[in-house]
């Protein structure tokens, strides 16, 4: 039973799952069935209740890995001579996390992808509106509510910007490791250059190239209208999901599938934000991206425009 020895650490709708994808082929890499296990994001308990407040959350806080024995359970299979990792985009943004990261693991690769931070929280808001479980249509609007959801207990998934704040999150993850333990990598990167990408990480990581450590599109959600429809569905889904939350997680999953699939269907590719909804929402980050760039010493102008970068399912060419 051993620790693993690197961690995809972030960062949600940035990549991760594709990366993860790529690296599950490799001979020389074992990463566990269980994506994202989340186990240092729990303190040697359960996720607590009251850190689990939005819809489906407490649903979903029942399958993380909080025991260490099931946590290093889940390298006890490795391949001798195997390099051992997880995917857990939370890491980075848990402050805890990346602390108690450093007590256990101090020795830990440590692998981040970072996305255009409007993009990722509009990704985000997406990925939940078109699961039934956001029930605000407008992204605008749920920006606006992220004070008063944190502050109510909502689970990181709902913290649309405070997740896209690298530049705080990387600060504090520099203090507690050199920086060449981290690999620090754009999802612009993983999306038009995958080869090249899943080649330095293989770098980074010590082992060889291989042909089957290639990039695939994660997980993009269709975009699904707002309307009478998807107002039902969602209100079962989120009803479903807060009934869930007292039975395995196995049994709510298979009445959810259907519900998810009719919501899913006639959906389509969301739509681009404005110049102004996307200059708005693009002013919770500009003093994060002017740290991220001095902590980094890398520029991140682009992220500064008027125009996002689109989806990674659009721009990959595998």
């Known amino acids: 039973m051993r620790w693993p020895d690197f961690l995809l650490i972030g960062t949600p709708k940035g990549g991760t799952t594709a990366l993860h994808s790529a690296l599950v082929g490799h001979p020389q890499l074992h990463l566990p069935a269980v994506k994202e296990p989340k186990y240092f994001l729990c303190d040697g308990k359960p996720p607590s209740r009251s850190g689990q407040r939005g819809p489906g959350d407490a649903h979903s806080a029942r399958e993380w890995v909080w025991r260490e024995q099931d946590y290093l359970r889940l390298f006890a299979d490795a391949p001798r001579g195997a390099l051992t990792g997880e995917s857990t985009p939370f890491y980075l943004y848990d402050l805890a996390a990346q602390q108690r990261i450093a007590d256990t693991i101090p020795d830990v690769r440590l692998i981040a992808v970072v996305r255009d931070p ?31 959801r944190v502050a109510a207990g909502y689970a990181p998934f709902w913290h649309y910007t405070r997740l896209g704040r690298y530049g705080e999150q990387l600060q504090h993850l520099y203090q507690l490791f050199p920086r060449e333990r981290v690999l620090l990598l754009r999802y612009r990167q993983l999306a038009e250059e995958p080869d090249r990408t899943v080649a330095a990480v293989c770098d980074f990581l010590g082992v060889a190239h291989h042909p089957a450590a290639k990039s695939k599109p994660d997980n993009v959600h269709p975009y699904v209208s707002p309307g009478l429809r998807t107002k039902l569905l969602g209100a079962a889904i989120r009803g479903g999901a807060a009934a869930g939350a007292l039975v395995p997680p196995q049994h709510w999953r298979r009445v959810e599938a259907p519900l998810r699939s ?4 006639g959906g389509g590719r969301r739509p681009p934000l404005s110049v102004e909804r996307r200059r708005a929402a693009l002013s919770r980050f500009l003093d994060d991206i002017a740290l991220l760039e001095d902590v980094t010493a890398s520029s991140f102008d682009d992220w500064r425009r008027d125009a996002g970068r689109g989806e990674f399912s659009q721009r990959w060419k595998g």
């Not at 985000?124 to 609007?141: C, Q, R, T």
């Not at 009719?262 to 269907?265: E, V, W, Y």
């Open 262 to 265: 009719a919501l899913h269907s």
């Open 118 to 148: 409007v993009d990722r929280a509009y990704s985000n808001w997406n990925h939940l509106w078109s699961d039934g479980l956001e029930p605000v249509p407008d992204f605008s609007e749920a920006l606006e509510r992220e004070d008063h």
